[in-house]
């Protein structure tokens, strides 16, 4: 009860988390555990509800990211705060914050992640969800929104561990993808409406990145 009661009502934040590893720039990701109750073993970023103990969804960020992995709030300088997004079917909207981390951070950091909410926590190159050379790029379709539309999911590996990176982490890691690293993917990708609404700035600087 009185952990519901710090939280507080209408936002959510969740860390994007960027390192630099031998000139490569690699994103942070964990799996949450599969006990539970919303999206059991679900690969996502470091994220969660905001507190009262926050100051701003960077706080929340940061905070939820620390409490998840381990990861100290020390380790991270905030790069950028990109427009909050309405999912579909949920009613908080959700804010990417998107930080550094000095380089080779996620290989030699001493994680220390959360057994009751993370099960395993890993990275890969950020070109990863631009490129369709690399690990399986499979797509769903999404049939609860109209029209229904294609939405991709990555299969990738990590240390001998293979993960499914899929809905809304994989869309955001395309988004920051095209962002961060000045191109389009080697894939067609159209820009789902409704499942994501995001700001309109960040929206038409992807799709011109993107050529569309």
């Avoid at 009502?9 to 006990?35: M, Q, T, Y």
């Avoid at 240390?159 to 095209?178: E, K, N, P």
Wanted: charge should be negative; glycine fraction near 6%; charged fraction near 20%.
């Amino acid at each position: 009860k009185q952990w519901y009661q710090r939280r507080v009502r209408g936002s959510a934040a969740v860390l994007v988390v960027l390192c630099d590893i031998d000139g490569i720039c690699h994103v942070f990701l964990n799996k949450r555990n599969e006990s539970l109750r919303r999206h059991p073993g679900e690969v996502c970023f470091p994220g969660g509800m905001r507190e009262e103990v926050d100051r701003s969804v960077v706080d929340t960020a940061v905070r939820e990211c620390e409490e998840e992995t381990g990861l100290k709030r020390d380790m991270v300088n905030v790069a950028a705060v990109l427009p909050s997004l309405k999912v579909y079917k949920k009613t908080l909207p959700l804010t990417p914050v998107v930080c550094t981390v000095p380089p080779d951070t996620l290989n030699t950091y001493c994680f220390n992640p959360n057994p009751d909410e993370v099960s395993d926590i890993f990275h890969i190159p950020l070109s990863t969800f631009l490129s369709d050379s690399g690990p399986d790029l499979l797509s769903h379709t999404v049939e609860h929104v109209s029209p229904s539309f294609d939405l991709h999911h990555f299969n990738v590996s990590h240390a001998s561990r293979q993960f499914d990176v899929r809905g809304i982490t994989a869309h955001l890691c395309v988004v920051i993808a095209a962002l961060a690293l000045g191109r389009a993917p080697d894939f067609p990708y159209a820009l789902p409406g409704e499942y994501c609404v995001m700001g309109e700035a960040v929206r038409e600087r992807v799709l011109q990145i993107m050529g569309q």
